[in-house]
């Protein structure tokens, strides 16, 4: 049995390291939703269709609490804004 939450049932996880150019997200299917976490070292992300860059991007610092994304995941791309950057998402969705 898979663990529930109250905004759906947990779909997967991915762990994307070495990111020094833009990286998809692997969404699983049935996904709707993210937990954004990084470790270790910042990084930037973009949902627009657009490649973030080191410098261009929304921000995710090892410091911030985790982000909830409920979007097009198939457009969130990620790149780390320091070298060693690791970044944990968790899927959800409603199946």
């Known amino acids: 049995m898979q663990y529930t939450h109250h905004w759906g049932q947990a779909l997967g996880f991915q762990q994307i390291t070495g990111a020094s150019a833009a990286t998809a997200l692997t969404v699983p299917a049935g996904a ?47 790149i780390e804004a320091t070298s060693g950057a690791v970044i944990n998402v968790s899927y959800y969705g409603f199946a």
């Open 32 to 78: 709707c939703m993210a937990i954004f976490q990084v470790d270790t070292q910042n990084a930037r992300w973009r949902d627009d269709g657009t490649n973030p860059s080191s410098t261009v991007g929304m921000l995710v610092r090892t410091t911030d609490q985790p982000y909830i994304y409920a979007g097009n995941l198939s457009k969130v791309k990620f």
